[in-house]
């Protein structure tokens, strides 16, 4: 960007008076580079928190040196986490002898199911892993991760009574700096300290991503009120990670509310898509493109990115790519998907698994049923619809034909792994399904489908907005014939 905007200069000025903010940052509108704006306009000692190393090393380079860049495991580490360096990084323990320490020994039943040994092991762990992502003191049942085929409320309760004493044993333990039996890692330094309330050192504090927040890191921000100036920065459109513990926590802030909203990735006819998901999702910001930037929503055959609603939606769109003999590389990887493959090609031979997405399965029948039949499996029905067409060892065969990103003719990602990410151009996958027909019929009879949810609003938003030139809805075209759907105007 060659000059500063007036949404900039807005921000520079309430930075400038001492208010506390909260930026609401659309995509492509140079957050980062508003951010180091406020900072050099300033001889005041800062903090910058962002949420991986890579980010906050990049913005050591852009920020003055009267700011500090880290991410808030860095902090903890500082302050407590040193303590426990022993214990970090130790070798990996399965979840079943931790278990066995922690006197996990016999199995419960819980309704029709026999909850084994291995499985309170993992539940016991997860839970420690949520409880750590909260702002709660204590563990309570709240922690809990719900398993499935026990998503009953009751069925939940007796397995709260099973797993929380156990629970609070690995909590105790995991206070030993030198030695125990539960693998040491770092979100457990990062909620020891932030039960010490801590203090941090700083004029003004910086929060980049504020959107994908969890509470724990919440707490210890706004606890800093008092003494130093804090400024939360993020797209409350972009919360996606509400499923593993985050929050966001921009809209509740209390501070001058400011936005970034002119778009410096694409042109305004993307812009107009963008913003009839965010009118889906009553997010508080619209965009605006940048006129110079050619962008056209069109068909595209050949995209330098397909961008998927879930997993194994990415990996069948891998096993196209590589059919049609092109070179494909997977953001993250494959090997979560391996392991879920043979996961399933153990129940498929008549064996139980340890995964933890299956566990609680004994045949292959009872899942198929489970995803077929039960609200609550039918996001595993992909999955046994990849297994039954292709066979157990497709998944695994197509992760070891990979490339490498800088080899590939394409991309592949889910809408969650490409947050943060922009392609020149992009195919949205097929697996991006509209809403569900409602109860009600329209004028000529035809059933009227059902409303739009908040989280695929965002969801979709994020995958439209990681396109620069060209852009092919795929499988969000169902928008165009949605009663929900606001007609595109740039």
Request: charged residues 25%.
């Amino acid at each position: 960007m060659l000059k500063t905007t007036d949404e900039q200069a807005a921000a520079a000025d309430a930075f400038n008076q001492g208010d506390h903010l909260v930026l609401q940052a659309g995509a492509g509108t140079g957050k980062t580079t508003t951010l180091a704006l406020l900072a050099t306009g300033t001889r005041r000692r800062g903090r910058y928190l962002a949420f991986n190393k890579a980010i906050a090393q990049e913005a050591t380079r852009r920020f003055p040196r009267t700011v500090i860049c880290k991410t808030p495991h860095a902090l903890a580490f500082a302050a407590l986490g040193h303590r426990y360096a022993a214990r970090l990084n130790g070798p990996r323990r399965p979840a079943w002898r931790s278990g066995q320490d922690l006197g996990i020994s016999k199995p419960v039943r819980i309704g029709d199911r026999d909850v084994t040994p291995l499985v309170l092991s993992h539940t016991t762990l997860r839970t420690v892993t949520r409880y750590c992502h909260t702002a709660e003191p204590a563990l309570t049942r709240h922690h809990l991760p719900h398993l499935r085929g026990l998503e009953a409320p009751e069925l939940h309760t007796q397995l709260a009574q099973a797993v929380l004493p156990f629970a609070s044993k690995a909590w105790t333990d995991l206070q030993h700096p030198e030695n125990g039996v539960v693998r040491f890692d770092h979100d457990h330094y990062l909620k020891m300290w932030a039960l010490t309330e801590p203090r941090i050192d700083a004029d003004f504090l910086l929060l980049d991503e504020a959107q994908d927040t969890n509470p724990v890191l919440e707490q210890v921000f706004n606890n800093q009120r008092d003494h130093a100036q804090l400024v939360m920065v993020g797209d409350s459109a972009q919360a996606i990670y509400g499923w593993r513990g985050a929050k966001d926590v921009m809209t509740g802030f209390k501070g001058t509310a400011l936005t970034l909203s002119k778009s410096f990735r694409f042109g305004p006819d993307l812009a107009a898509e963008a913003n009839r998901w965010l009118a889906i999702a009553d997010a508080p910001i619209r965009l605006n493109g940048t006129d110079t930037i050619p962008t056209e929503l069109t068909t595209v055959d050949h995209p330098d990115a397909v961008l998927c609603r879930s997993n194994v939606g990415a990996i069948a769109e891998v096993i196209r790519l590589l059919e049609a003999n092109q070179q494909v590389a997977l953001v993250g990887g494959g090997e979560s998907l391996r392991a879920l493959a043979l996961a399933a090609r153990d129940l498929k031979e008549g064996r139980r698994t340890s995964h933890p997405e299956l566990v609680l399965f004994r045949t292959w029948s009872e899942l198929q049923d489970y995803a077929e039949h039960d609200p609550a499996g039918g996001d595993l029905q992909p999955l046994v619809d990849l297994i039954d067409h292709h066979g157990p060892d497709a998944i695994p065969a197509a992760v070891d034909q990979l490339s490498q990103e800088h080899d590939a003719d394409v991309m592949v990602s889910t809408a969650h792994k490409a947050k943060g990410r922009e392609w020149s151009a992009v195919r949205i996958g097929d697996d991006f399904l509209p809403p569900k027909d409602s109860d009600q019929l329209d004028e000529t009879g035809q059933p009227v489908p059902g409303p739009i949810d908040d989280a695929e609003a965002r969801l979709a938003y994020v995958a439209v907005t990681r396109a620069r030139h060209r852009l092919d809805l795929g499988g969000l075209s169902w928008i165009h014939d949605h009663p929900n759907a606001t007609p595109l105007s740039r």
